[in-house]
């Protein structure tokens, strides 16, 4: 018998025995009801409980239960520093509340970053400030085959599904992007009446599940997408290869929440998790890929396409260019995804070890198109946990025209960083189904700030842009970022990451970092 063991009997031979006497001099019943319930947990813990603590320390082992599930809002609200948390620190939150609510958002006394850090990011001023003109804000969308181009804002919001994200979540983002004049993507959920209620504009996102058309086996349905893909609020189509949390795994949402409104939406049955499976059944190589995106371009009669992908292997990026060269197709727009990026639900180690940061991964596919000759036909949208106007130009410095955000998008609307989103249980009504939490989303509020959050965002990028130096955002390269390296010293990223010239690689010329994937690539298979 352990100590702890003997300390409760003898606590409760002692406290049934003192409350007995409480009862016999009529001071109440409670220590005795109290005594007794406490002996009951206590015999279970001893005899019954399949845990060892509660074993070995019957009823005080609850205390380190209580503890540890409230560890989480303890850290985050008295212990970590506002620098410090992971994947949004305080001052990152806080700005992103600010900006939504049309707050002061500026910093007294100076920075609390360590600006010698090794890692830390900086970029370089001039002392002939500019003003970026209006005209510079948005970006046309569309290559040579695009019928229908779009002209898309600097910042958008990013992929997540109705399902992942409530009814009036969904409403709110939609209202915000209507009323700033930015698109929402769908998220590979299907587009539900929530999606077009707000009227803004939307990219349709068409997963590995096709859901929203798909038949009954799972395969795509070409006349179901041709009937959604012409409704004139679907600016773009986007074809998802993988995305930055869970690169290559699919995606699942529990049966949980599936509702029968999300079972019609996607058309699938409502008794079982629903399962995005790690590929498309559609194509399986880069020529398939390009293909299906010339088909899906007609279907929807010449909106721009493209595709969503997190880099992993270099070899594969350079195959899809090496099939555009093969195939004369060309997507409209390449969204690249960063290993930073949110989900709902994610293996642990498909999130920490997977993939490349979005720095490097916009760079390297900013680099792939101009080593193909073809950077001047594809748009580059870089996703991937964008919070602030500083993490708008690095983006576009190191090879992006556009920026998507998505967990920023959520912070507007007033989501507090609890990380439920996988369990039907968020505290703010937006990563839930749960019908009494989703009516507590204030949509009117909501969306609002979703549209101010984005362009006081929008606003302190082209601000930074200008004290760079420049009048215009496609004018920002790589050289104008800075990384801090182990020897205190700072490089530009073309430093770090050496830039292919236009055609370089066709030319079979340029870095060895480039040119061993490039030999290793294939047009026919990844």
Known sequence: MTPMQRIFIIFVIAGNFIALCAWFAELGPWWLLLTLILSVIGWYDLTKSPHTLNRLYPVAAYLRYALEFIRPEIRQYFIASDIEERPFNREQRSLIYQRSKRARDTLPFGTQRDLMETGYLSAAHSL??????????????????????????RLNI????????????????????????FSHNTGEGGISAYHQEGGGDLVWQIGTGYFGCRTEAGHFDPGAFKEKACLAQIKMIEVKLSQGAKPSHGGLLPAAKISEEIASIRGVPM????????????????????????ELRELSEGKPV??????????????ICKAMIKTGITPDFITVDGAEGGTGAAPVEFSN?????????????????VGVGLRHCVKVIAAGKTATGFEMVSKLALGADIVNAARSMMLAMGCIQSRHCNTNRC??????QDPVRNQALNVEEKYLRVANFQRATVSSCMHLIGAMGYDNPDALTAVDIFRRNDNGINECYDEIYLPLENGDLIKEQGPDFYLKPWQQASAESF
């Open 271 to 294: 008794q079982r998790d629903c399962v995005s499976p790690p590929t498309h059944t559609r194509f399986s190589s880069p020529e398939g890929l390009l293909t299906f995106i010339q």
């Open 306 to 319: 493209g595709f969503k992908l997190a880099p992993g292997k270099k070899a594969d990026v350079m195959a």
């Open 427 to 432: 505290p703010t009504g937006i990563a839930t």
């Open 353 to 369: 070890r997977l993939g490349m940061p979005c720095l490097e991964a916009t760079h390297f596919v900013h680099n792939c198109l």
């Open 128 to 153: 002939s400030p500019k003003v970026v003109a209006e005209e510079f804000l948005r970006v046309t969308i569309g290559g040579p085959e695009c019928r229908q181009p779009y002209c898309s804002s």
């Open 158 to 181: 990013s992929a997540m599904s109705f399902g992942a994200l409530s009814s009036n979540a969904i409403l709110a983002l939609n209202k915000g992007a209507k009323y700033g004049n």
